[in-house]
């Protein structure tokens, strides 16, 4: 009976981590988390190692209202991401019909989808989350749309397959004020160009901020 409940118990904790790591998003171990104190390679971490937010903007057909709207998205391919936020829109869905409209959006990420925050409740300041406040403009540059296309469809396959007829195209958030979030005490201060001069490390996922 031992022997059973041990193979159930086995076989359970596998199934758990599979489907904890399905969709490309395996469980994160505490080395692979940057210290909270260095805000810029830890804010860089959270966005590169994230597939999904919530992306927000000013509604036109709700008054001006906030509206918030599940957004997948890459920041460049693994190891290699840029810090920007590039994602694949149709203005048949109200995100990309808005910021047609009024630019001004903010995209918000938590450490609670990419499984690092063990126990944690998502709102504790220990489970981080960060928020990149901008502008959602289209991507009009050529060479930077086929960055953005490749590193959306490395990270989400399915996207290459959505229908040519609802005309998806290449957005990107313009970064301008940054949010973050990860311990007690506040908002760490932090400038974009802090966050975008973060530099990837092969061994420790980030380096130090070189600004």
Not at 96 to 113: G, H, I, P, V, W
Request: charged letters at 20%; hydrophobic letters at 35%; proline letters at 7%.
């Amino acid at each position: 009976m031992k022997i059973v409940y041990c193979y159930l118990f086995a076989v359970v904790s596998v199934i758990g981590v599979l489907q904890e790591s399905a969709q490309g998003r395996p469980l994160l171990t505490p080395e692979d988390r940057p210290d909270p104190k260095d805000a810029a390679p830890f804010a860089r971490w959270l966005v590169a190692k994230s597939s999904w937010g919530v992306l927000n903007t000013i509604s036109s057909e709700y008054g001006g209202s906030p509206f918030g709207n599940v957004a997948s998205f890459s920041d460049g391919l693994p190891e290699k991401g840029k810090g920007i936020p590039y994602f694949y829109l149709t203005t048949l869905d109200p995100t990309a019909s808005n910021a047609l409209k009024d630019q001004r959006s903010s995209f918000t990420l938590s450490e609670y989808s990419i499984n690092s925050c063990s126990t944690k409740d998502p709102e504790s300041p220990t489970c981080a989350k960060i928020t990149l406040v901008g502008k959602l403009v289209l991507v009009k540059d050529s060479k930077e749309a086929e960055f953005a296309k490749t590193a959306l469809f490395a990270k989400h396959p399915e996207m290459e397959h959505w229908p040519k007829s609802h005309n998806f195209q290449f957005y990107k958030l313009d970064i301008q004020n940054i949010f973050l979030i990860n311990w007690f005490g506040g908002p760490k201060p932090l400038t974009v160009e802090q966050y975008l001069n973060a530099k990837l490390n092969k061994f420790t996922s980030f380096a130090h901020s070189t600004a």
